[in-house]
C-alpha cells in the first residue's frame, strides 16, 4: 500500500511523474493536483483534463491521404503486426470518431481499452471503438497495439480515403444520439470512464478537431493557422 501512496500521492506539476505517456504537455492532463492524495483520487480529474495538444509530427504522419499500415510502423519502429492494412470501411460502427483510425466489427475480448486506453471505448456488446484519434507517438503506438491483439483485424487506417467533409459533418449532426448512447448502463460497466471522457471530448475540444480534419479532406494538409470550414 505504501508503494500505491507514493505512487498516487502528487507533487508540483513539474515534479510529476506521467504514467500514463511518455511524453508531457502542455495541458498536464495526466498529472495529480497538489490536493490530492491517493485515498482521495477522484476519476473525473483524469477524464475532466484536456486532451493533449496534437503533436506536430503525428499530424503530418496521420493526416495524409495515402496512409498505410506500413507507413505507420516504419515511424514507429513497430515489428508487430498491427493488421491495421485491411480495410473494412462499411462495417464501421458509429462511434468512431472521424479520423484516419476506425474499428469494424471486432472481437468481444476488452482488449482495446487496456491497450489504448486514451483512445478506444468498449460499447454495450463489448465490441471496441476508436473514440479519439492518436495525438502523440505513444498513443499512436498503444492503438496499434489494441490493433495486434484483436483476432478479427478489425482496427484500420484507411478512414483518410472515405471520410468526406459532407460525411463528417453527417457525423457531427448526431451528435446528442452519441452522448445518449454513452449513458447505457452496459456500456458504462465495460469500461474504466472511457465514456466519460468521450463525452467530455465530444462536449468541448471535438468540435475544433473535426473541422481542422475537414480543412484535411479538402485540402490535403492539415491546417495549422488557416481558416477553417464550419461543421453545422
Known amino acids: 500500500m505504501d508503494f500505491f501512496r507514493k505512487l498516487f500521492k502528487s507533487n508540483t506539476p513539474n515534479e510529476s511523474e506521467n504514467y500514463f505517456s511518455e ?13 490530492e492524495e491517493y485515498v482521495g483520487y477522484n476519476v473525473d480529474m483524469w477524464v475532466n483534463n484536456e486532451i493533449p495538444a496534437l503533436d506536430e509530427e503525428i499530424a503530418h504522419l496521420i493526416y495524409q491521404k495515402d496512409l498505410d499500415e506500413n507507413t505507420i510502423h516504419t515511424f514507429l519502429g513497430y515489428r508487430q503486426n498491427s493488421d491495421l492494412g485491411q480495410s473494412s470501411w462499411t462495417e464501421k460502427g458509429m462511434l468512431n470518431f472521424p479520423g484516419p483510425f476506425y474499428t469494424s466489427e471486432t472481437d468481444t475480448c476488452g482488449t482495446g481499452i487496456c491497450e489504448a486506453p486514451l483512445n478506444v471505448l468498449i460499447d454495450e456488446h463489448y465490441m471496441e471503438h476508436v473514440m479519439i484519434q492518436p495525438r502523440t507517438k505513444n498513443e499512436l503506438w498503444q492503438v496499434c497495439n489494441a490493433g495486434a491483439v484483436e483476432i478479427y483485424s478489425a482496427y484500420h ?33 465495460h469500461n474504466c470512464n472511457q465514456d466519460k471522457r468521450y463525452a467530455h471530448y465530444l462536449q468541448h475540444q471535438a468540435k475544433l478537431d473535426l473541422r481542422k480534419y475537414c480543412f484535411f479532406l479538402e485540402n490535403g494538409f492539415y491546417p495549422s493557422h488557416e481558416k477553417l470550414p464550419e461543421l453545422d
Open 23 to 35: 511524453e508531457k504537455h502542455e495541458s498536464k492532463k495526466h498529472f495529480l493536483t497538489q490536493e
Open 157 to 189: 487506417c484507411d478512414g483518410n480515403q472515405h471520410w468526406t467533409v459532407q460525411l463528417v459533418r453527417d457525423w457531427w449532426k448526431n451528435k446528442d444520439d452519441l452522448l445518449a448512447h454513452l449513458k447505457h448502463q452496459e456500456l458504462i460497466k
